[in-house]
């Protein structure tokens, strides 16, 4: 379960960083390419819990 937790809300952090990423404001766009990576790890996190059986 824990695997694809961490997927969905990696695809979700994922999605709202390219939207911010698009905004106007500097800080949005800074804050969007953090959510961005921030997403992409928690996937990767999901990535291995699905490879060790949720085991972390």
Same mark, same amino acid.
């Given at each position: 379960?824990?695997?694809?937790?961490?997927?969905?809300?990696?695809?979700?952090?994922?999605?709202?960083?390219?939207?911010?990423?698009?905004?106007?404001?500097?800080?949005? =766009?800074?804050?969007? =390419?953090?959510?961005?990576?921030?997403?992409?790890?928690?996937?990767?996190?999901?990535?291995?819990?699905?490879?060790?059986?949720?085991?972390?």
């Amino acid at each position: 379960m824990g695997e694809l937790k961490s997927k969905v809300e990696g695809n979700v952090n994922e999605a709202i960083g390219k939207v911010k990423k698009q905004s106007n404001d500097p800080e949005t =766009r800074a804050e969007g =390419r953090g959510q961005e990576v921030k997403g992409k790890a928690q996937q990767a996190k999901g990535e291995v819990q699905g490879a060790l059986g949720d085991d972390i």
